[in-house]
Every structure is written in C-alpha cells, then in structure tokens.
C-alpha cells in the first residue's frame, strides 16, 4: 500500500525533529491525533494542526495523558491511525492505556520526546531516561516495540516505520525521541508518496455475525473491523478468549497473554534494526541510540584515526533489543562501550546478552546537554588498556 | 492453538431443553453470556433492560451506536449489549468514548457505568467532556458504594452512610451528580431510580436523540453490600425504600437534589438545553480556514 499524495509534503525542507515527526505521521496515514500539551514534544501537535485541514485529519487536546491515550485507542477503533505524542511525566501517565492497548491489541504509535527525569526534572533538557519505563512501565507481561531516532530525517522515517509496525502487529509502538533530536533543524528529505510503502490494517471482511476480534491468522496476528461497521463486536481489557469475552481463569490467561509476547518474539528478525559500522575487524564496538549515536560515530572515526579498531553498532530498534546480535559479537570483541543519556538503562540489556564474554563499559550521563564524544573516547582509552573480563562504570569525574 | 475446554460456552437454556426460547431483547443483548454477573436484587439488570428497550425505542441505527464501559459492577454493562462494545480501564470510559466520537462523529456513542468509575477516578474526565460537550450519553448506575471490590466508601456515598472503609459512617459529603454535571455543562440531565424502568427508559430515548453531552442518573439498590453493611433490607426493601421516598420534580434546580442517607430523592429530567457540541465547533473552526491559509511554506 502507498501512502496518501495529501499527507505527503515532498521535497527538501530544514525542519526541526519535531516538525518533521508531524510530516512523518501524515504521510504514514496517521488522520488522529490526541495530545496533552508538554515540553518539549509541543511543536508536533502545532505542525500537525497546521496541516490538519488539507489533509483531513483530526485532533484533540485532552484533559491529561491519562485520557489522551484512551482516546487515542478508541480512536484507532474508528479506523484512523491514531498517535499521541508526550514526554517523561506523560509517558508514566500512559502507562495505564500501554497496558490497554496492548490488551486491546490496538495499533497506536506513541512518540515519547524524552527529557530529565525523575519527577518533574529538567522540562528543557534531553536525556534517555525513558528507555526502561517504555518497556516495562505497564503492569503484566506484554513485548512492545520502540525505536530511536537521532536526526529529523530519521524522526521522520521511523515514524513511518511505527505506524507500519503496529498496523503490522496490531500493537502500540513507542518512538524514543528526545528534546536534543526534537529541536534539531535538520534537512529532511520527504520523497514522493508513492515511494513510501505503508502497512495496510488487517481488515476482516467475512459476513456480520462471524468476526471473532481476537482469532489470530497463522502469525498470532488477529484481524481488525471498524467501529460503526455493524459488526457488533466486544472487547475487554480483562483476560478473554477470541470472542472478546472475559474468560477469569488460568487457562484463558495462558491462551490470552502467551500469544501477546509470542506474536512479537517470533518476529523479532522482522523488526529489530541494527545499523553497523566497521564491525568486521572490531575489538571494541560502541552500542548507541538515539542521539548519542551521533557523538558514537564521531567518537569511532577519532579512535580509528589514532589507530584504535572501533566499530559502531546503532540500535534502530531498542525493543525488542537485539539480543542475539549483541550475543554473537560478545564472544568477538574485547568489549562494549555503551553511551546512554541516563545512569544505566540499555547498557542492563549489553551486559545481559554479552553472557559475561565481552568487557561492557558503561558511560552515565546524568543531563549535561548531549554524550561528549570525549567521555566516549576516554572509555575506549580504558577499555583498550584493561580486557579483564568486567563489567565497569567508567570513572569521569 | 485449541482453545482449553474451560473456555467453551455452556449451550444456553434455551438450546438445551431443546425448546425454542427467544428472548424479546435478544435483539439488543449478548444472550451467549448470560447469566449475567450481577448480584440477586442488585438493580444494574434493570437499568440495562430500560436502555435495551430504550435503543429499540428509539429507532436509531444500531450499526451507529458504540457503547463503552469503565471498571466495577456497572463496567460489565458493554459485554452485555450487543453493539460494538468496549470494556475499558478505569474511570477512562469517556476518554475512550471521546475518541471514538471525535474520529468518528457518525458514532452515537453511549458510556455506561458506575458512579465510582465516573465520579471518583473518571471524575475529571466527566467534567471535561461536559464541558466540551462531547456528543455523547453518560448512564450512571449509582448505587452509593464500591460494590465490586466489596462494599467500599464511594464519592456519592451518603454523609453517615457505612462502608468498610467507613467503619463510623461516611464522613465526606458527597456529589450531587445532576449538579456537576449541569455546572459541567451537559445539556441535558435526569435522575431515576430502577424501580422507575419505565420513566428511566424515557429518558434513554430523549438523551439518546438528544444532540450533546447528557447524563442520566439511575439510582439502584446494591443489596449485597450497601444494603446490608447499613442494614436495609434486601434488594426488595430498597426498591419499596424508592417507592415511598422518592418525588418527582421536573425542572428542579439541581442545587437541591443532594441525597442525604435515607433521605427523600428527589427525581426528574433536570435540564434539557442546546449548546454547540464539540464536534460542530471543530468543524466550524475547519470551515473557517481558507485553504492553504495555515500552510507551512
């Protein structure tokens, strides 16, 4: 399926990261937008009001994060692909709905523009901090998918790239932006409409009286009907069997929830994204994402101009996270060098798929603006003088 | 994967005697999961039965219609009516309505659920919808307690009042829900015991054809918790409670429609008034922009 010619604005534009994740959700289809105003993600909902006429779509600004993504679910029921876009306090607001959605299996793309936590932290700043909220925030087992974008270009493809997936997987996809990556004015190339391939909802389409809303095809992946169809369909955020009916017992829960994580786990090669530099004749490796990535591929050229073999390998999708790449190269190089806005969040993950085989030195980076490709390049300094096998926080200050 | 044996519906009553039985609501309701899970005496049943006669009533397009539904006893409502129904999270059910009215405003969109669910953690959510004038029906079971999890203090809970979070009596006052709702902005107001089915379904069909944020209050006996921590008798003594003790006052000013424990209640169709909904401002707002007028360059 090609996109929509009037939510694609093609040609070349210098916008910021913001701007261009509203051109982004457009040319995806994305026709609903529910939002609670918030630093620093609020430019999104501007571009996007901007637009909304020409293109027909709608918008609302809800009473708080709690029901914008509610509404956003409900909407996504109507057949409009749905987003809301928020920062850190939101997003623990949303934790609620993430949880729905996931129950609900309704596609949705949350876009999370992350800035200093904990609390009410630094409203202005970047960070990364979100990177565990998103994945476990919610209450329950559940797999969702993140991706992390570090320039206004890819702000915009990976928001194409979400609105695909959670069609594809009929699940809220979260895109990890950050207020650095939101206020970047960058050039965004937006090719024509029919060069961007969208993912077509699943639709069922057999006679009224027949739809089963959770009766999965052979990928584990159940079909959609619109609200107002006539289909007269239930669904609940209690355990259910394929009818959408509650179920209260151990058996229905395993035959609920198991599908949940298996229709992503068994897809994993379809949706992790990793993009690698100089990886072939690596001994250390500096595992990134977001914008951090940016001060990693500098940091990688620097130490291979001292003559230091550094490769780059630039998570797209940091959930699911790519374990079993991360697992072979573990046993290849002498160690990991991990660059995150937060005091450890990713990095859990490194350590826990290099099996004990590969250095993993961390660099905390509590909110002082963006990664500083000096701190990398000092942590690769001592990752080349020290290869016991340890896992250790690098000294900075 | 097969489904486990524990899952598969018994056959119905009817199926099972091998008799032809149909019920006169089947059309409306999900007779496969019946029975319902509602307490002996408890009055949701008959709130459900005033709104399925009403949707018949009211010669809607059912295919139009969505019904949405919060957390709690009342939270159960949408499993039961057949229409596109969504049991949701809790007090979010008219978060989850507005989306679905503002993406789709062909939609009728109903919120059935409990006075917990809309009035406590849902309560900021009711007013803002009023306030926007979200078109929408807002049902509210009250029965002045948290009944699902076992007979807690709710915020419509009457002063003096005992729950088990109240051990000495409720000591906050509670909401007079007309009145929030008209100071919220809804356009039309009423409250109903479910001994008054009929005049309960009367005005589900009114608000059902009224364009807008309308709130229908239904008073309803909880037997197995309010009823028997206070000491009333059972679901029969509470309906014969409502019989002697209610008053119907229509255009009362929802001022003085607060219920004290075991006060008279006052009932009625409150306000019935026009206000722009949501949806038709928006749409105003959209008429009234040139194109390309709002245009990035």
Not at chain 1, 120 to 143: C, F, I, K, T
Not at chain 1, 326 to 337: D, I
Request: aromatic share 8%.
């Amino acid at each position: 399926m090609k996109a929509d010619p009037s939510g694609v604005l093609t040609g070349t534009h210098n916008i910021s990261g913001n701007y261009a994740c509203a051109e982004g959700a457009l040319a995806a289809g994305c026709r609903f937008l529910g939002v609670y105003p918030i630093a620093p993600a609020l430019e999104v909902s501007e571009r996007f009001l901007q637009r909304a006429k020409k293109v027909g779509a709608t918008f609302i600004q809800m009473e708080d994060e709690i029901s914008t993504l509610a509404a956003v679910i409900g909407a996504s029921w109507t057949g409009k692909k749905s987003m809301t876009v928020t920062s850190g306090p939101g997003l623990s607001l949303m934790m609620e709905h993430i949880g729905l959605g996931i129950m609900l299996e309704t596609p949705c793309v949350i876009v999370d523009v992350q800035r200093v936590g904990p609390g009410l932290g630094l409203p202005s700043q970047p960070s990364q901090g979100d990177m565990m909220q998103a994945r476990w925030g919610s209450h329950g087992d559940y797999e969702l998918i993140a991706l992390a974008p570090s320039s206004s270009q890819e702000m915009f493809d990976f928001t194409i790239k979400a609105f695909n997936f959670s069609e594809r997987f009929r699940i809220p996809v979260a895109v990890m932006s950050d207020e650095y990556v939101a206020h970047l004015q960058e050039e965004v190339v937006i090719p024509r409409a029919k060069d961007i391939t969208l993912e077509p909802r699943r639709y069922f389409d057999g006679p009224i009286g027949s739809y089963l809303p959770f009766k999965r095809d052979e990928d584990l992946i159940p079909r959609m009907v619109d609200i107002g169809q006539g289909y007269k369909f239930h669904v609940t955020g209690l355990t259910h069997d394929d009818r959408g009916y509650p179920i209260m017992n151990e058996e229905c829960q395993e035959y609920n929830v198991h599908p949940l994580v298996k229709k992503i786990r068994d897809y994993t090669d379809e949706i992790i994204e990793v993009q690698e530099v100089n990886i072939e004749d690596a001994d250390i490796i500096i595992i990134s994402y977001g914008v951090s990535s940016k001060a990693a591929l500098k940091a990688m050229e620097q130490a291979r101009g001292l003559g230091l073999k550094v490769g780059s390998l630039k998570l797209v999708t940091v959930w699911p996270f790519p374990e079993k790449r991360v697992a072979e190269l573990a046993g290849k190089v002498n160690a990991f060098v991990v660059p995150e806005m937060n005091f450890g969040q990713v990095v859990l993950e490194v350590e826990r798929c290099s099996y004990g085989k590969s250095n993993v030195f961390f660099i905390p980076h509590g909110g002082k603006g963006v990664e500083d490709t000096e701190d990398i390049l000092k942590a690769i300094n001592q990752a080349v003088q020290d290869d016991r096998i340890i896992d250790r926080i690098v000294e900075l200050r | 994967m097969e489904i486990p044996k524990t899952m598969q519906q018994e056959e119905t009553q009817g199926s099972r005697s091998g008799m032809d039985i149909t019920h006169p609501m089947e059309n409306v309701l999900r007779m496969d999961r019946i029975p319902h899970i509602w307490c002996p005496g408890c009055g949701i049943g008959l709130a459900v039965t005033a709104f399925a006669a009403a949707l018949e009533k009211a010669e809607i397009d059912l295919n139009k219609v969505a019904i949405v539904s919060g957390i709690g006893c009342t939270g159960r409502v949408a499993g039961y009516v057949k229409l596109d129904s969504f049991h949701t999270t809790h007090g979010r059910a008219i978060a989850f309505a507005t989306g679905i009215k503002v993406a789709n405003p062909d939609m009728k969109v109903v919120v059935f659920s409990g006075d917990g669910d809309l009035i406590a953690i849902g309560g900021n959510h009711f007013i803002h919808a009023a306030r926007r004038n979200i078109d929408m029906l807002v049902i509210c079971v009250n029965n002045f307690i948290y009944a699902m999890t076992g007979g807690q203090v709710a915020p419509t809970t009457p002063l003096a009042a005992y729950a088990t979070t109240c051990p000495f009596g409720c000591v906050e006052p509670p909401f007079n829900i007309p009145y929030l709702a008209e100071s919220s902005g809804a356009v039309y107001v009423a409250r109903w015991t479910t001994l008054h089915v009929r005049r309960l379904m009367n005005s589900f069909v009114e608000a059902l054809n009224k364009k807008g944020f309308s709130v229908v209050e239904a008073i309803s006996p909880c037997a197995q918790y309010y009823s028997r921590i206070n000491r009333l008798g059972d679901g029969l003594d509470m309906m014969r409670f409502y019989h002697d003790n209610t008053e119907i006052r229509h255009g009362e000013d929802t001022k003085n429609l607060d219920i004290a424990y075991q006060g008279k209640i006052i009932m009625g169709k409150f306000v019935d008034r026009e206000r722009p909904s949501y949806t038709d401002r928006y749409n105003e707002w959209l008429s009234e922009i040139k194109d390309d007028e709002n245009e990035p360059g």
